[in-house]
């Protein structure tokens, strides 16, 4: 789900605003939050307006409540004394970049509102001259403290999408080392979204190495960015997946296409309904809970940075020779009385090799040099050796810190559990009733790997699954023969595991028509979402619940049948043996068998009924009409 406004977003906000805002006058401030100011403006065309600010998240004109007039902070006292009153002459972007820039002239002096829209993005009052006045919140950039007094410093800007030539973009592709999505997203300046676009619109796999592409495939993807990011069309509305909003945009995008979309008539009002409805949405995650997740992100950043310390230290020794060579330029230079800082003005302009490495060297001796695609920090005092094991040294600190990290995860989440205490159903009361999720409509379950798979329970919930909830990014499995569900694993743009598509495979065999003709396996197929189609071939025609499928398939043969039910969580599941049973209990497993499905669902709730004793509670959770639910088609019985 969006977090935050996009380049494209900016873009679009900012001729938004000249239309409705530029000529202006500003009024008061108000601050809401730590990283939210509410601007009063007196627009030429449309009267009084409120320019809602948030810093890192959006902008954009908002009929929302005001907060209550009181003594403001310092930022919102900073922009009234220098803005109120003052005319806004210029909304612009910076170089395409999620920076947002307000200038207002009073007083014969031009001030600018810098709004940074990118994550831990703040706000920036500027003089005259660019100087920062004053700041929402401190920020440190290129290792430096951003301070009143000090340049205003733009981050640093990537290739531009709009004008980067065919060569410039294959030469950054072919030195990217990445997958051309990936590719994009990382150096020109655009979002996960907006590459996916590029790479649907170019008509090029967005999982193909970058370096790999052929040269029509450059100018497609060239072409591509051209009609993505030069595309002036607005439309701004909210995206909607099953209901809930996903995204909100100034404009259509062809990923999107089929899904349901809430159209409005400004920028402002989507983006004003958009964060509105999400915040609302958004569930107050328990306190423990936020702090399992801080640790456990914290041992693994701590694993990760002690990883690359030893990969750097071994990288020294497998350099030694070269670095060696860098080292005694250094130390020949030393040994004749040149200082540190005088060696490195003459590096920085010397056409020596080993120079060329050299990043910087400070008057410490402290060096960093470029090797194999890798920074590395030496000591040009010290040892090839000694400079090895300086990194091995900080990777044991970095081992301790993670064991620090462990063992508090461990304290929190035995904490967690002393807390969690179960829900008890007086005997004789049945719970509250339960509203069912979306997918229980389908034959379902989830993997032993946490992935949602559904499957169709006829022809009309094969077509459904088909039209409403197959995602490209999905994958499908079917038996050869007819009369089997459309099976869908919800990859949520995960990488599946083999377990999952194992136990996707056996719940499509034990449903098919192979179980009811008496069978022990299926032959069944594997293949992406988007290989499913309903267009038939010319002169061909496919009746309710067939599908077409077109390219490669991965087959599973003699897939053996694999199904078993239980109670887990207050609800009943079904599914593969190994998906099911590790999670609920009681549980039973099927086989095909001489028993039809209401008399076997009534077998398997006696047995139930033996080991649950509230029977106001197993009636309400896996009643004999539930279970017949998760019964295959056909004559079955219980494993003893």
């Not at 030429?44 to 009929?63: F, H, Q, S, Y």
């Not at 402002?268 to 997740?293: H, K, M, N, W, Y």
């Not at 807390?419 to 005997?427: I, M």
Request: net charge neutral; with cysteine; aromatic share 8%.
């Amino acid at each position: 789900m969006k977090k935050a406004m996009s380049n494209v977003d900016v873009a679009a906000m900012a001729r938004e605003l000249q239309d409705r805002i530029s000529g202006g006058f500003v009024g008061k401030a108000y601050q809401q939050s730590s990283d939210k100011i509410w601007l009063a403006v007196q627009s030429p065309a449309e009267g009084r307006l409120d320019l809602l600010l948030e810093a890192g998240k959006r902008v954009n004109i908002t009929r929302k409540e005001r907060p209550a007039s009181k003594t403001p902070p310092q930022f919102p006292t900073m922009l009234r004394h220098r803005l109120s009153g003052g005319k806004i002459v210029d909304i612009r972007q910076h170089d395409f970049d999620r920076v947002l820039e307000i200038s207002v002239e009073r007083s014969g002096l031009c001030h600018y509102l810098i709004v940074e829209l990118f994550p831990k993005g703040s706000m920036v009052l500027l003089d005259e001259s660019r100087q920062i006045l004053t700041m929402l919140r401190k920020m440190v950039f290129r290792g430096s403290k951003m301070a009143a007094g000090e340049k205003y410093l733009y981050h640093p800007g990537q290739l531009d999408p709009r004008t980067i030539s065919r060569e410039e973009l294959s030469s950054w592709l072919a030195s990217a080392g990445q997958d051309l999505v990936r590719s994009l997203v990382r150096g020109l300046n655009m979002g996960g979204t907006y590459g996916e676009e590029v790479c649907l619109v170019a008509g090029v796999d967005k999982n193909k190495p970058a370096a790999e592409l052929n040269a029509e495939e450059i100018r497609r993807v060239h072409q591509a960015l051209r009609e993505v990011f030069l595309d002036e069309t607005f439309d701004p509305h909210i995206v909607l997946k099953e209901g809930e909003p996903i995204d909100v945009l100034s404009r259509p995008l062809r990923i999107y296409e089929g899904l349901e979309q809430k159209s409005f008539a400004t920028f402002s009002e989507a983006l004003d309904a958009f964060f509105v409805e999400t915040a609302a949405q958004a569930p107050r995650q328990d306190p423990l809970d936020r702090r399992i997740q801080l640790q456990r992100k914290a041992v693994e950043e701590f694993e990760a940075q002690e990883k690359a310390l030893i990969q750097k230290g071994e990288l020294v020794y497998q350099k030694y020779g070269e670095i060696e060579q860098i080292l005694k330029v250094v130390a020949d230079a030393r040994a004749r009385g040149f200082s540190y800082a005088q060696i490195w003005n003459r590096i920085s302009g010397s056409d020596l090799p080993q120079a060329k490495t050299i990043l910087s060297l400070d008057g410490r001796g402290e060096m960093k040099i470029f090797l194999d695609s890798t920074e590395l920090e030496l000591n040009a005092g010290l040892s090839v050796p000694q400079n090895a094991q300086r990194y091995y040294e900080r990777a044991k600190e970095m081992s301790k810190k993670a064991a620090g990290a462990k063992i508090a995860l461990a304290i929190t989440e035995e904490l967690k559990a002393s807390k969690a205490e179960p829900k008890k159903t007086r005997l004789g009361q049945a719970p509250r009733k339960r509203k069912p999720k979306w997918y229980e409509r389908f034959r379902w379950f989830y993997s032993s790997d946490g992935f949602l798979v559904i499957g169709g329970r006829d022809a009309d919930g094969n077509e459904e699954i088909y039209a409403k909830y197959l995602e490209k990014r999905d994958l499908a499995l079917h038996t050869d023969a007819p009369g089997a569900p459309l099976t869908a694993i919800k990859t949520e743009g995960e990488e599946v595991p083999e377990s999952t598509i194992l136990e996707a495979a056996q719940f499509a065999a034990s449903y098919s028509s192979a179980w009811k003709a008496g069978l022990a396996a299926a032959d069944c197929y594997l293949i992406k979402g988007d290989q499913v189609t309903k267009t038939p071939e010319h002169g061909e025609f496919l009746k309710k619940g067939a599908f077409v499928i077109r390219g490669e398939r991965r087959y599973f043969r003699d897939m053996p049948f694999s199904i078993a039910l239980g109670i887990a969580d207050g609800i009943l599941i079904g599914g593969p043996v190994l998906a099911v049973k590790p999670k609920a209990d009681p549980v039973v497993e099927i086989e095909p068998g001489e028993f039809n499905a209401d008399d076997l669902a009534k077998r398997i709730y006696r047995l139930f009924s033996e080991k649950v004793e509230d029977r106001a509670y197993l009636k309400s959770v896996a009643s004999v009409n539930q279970i017949v639910q998760f019964l295959p088609p056909g004559g079955s019985g219980m494993k003893e």
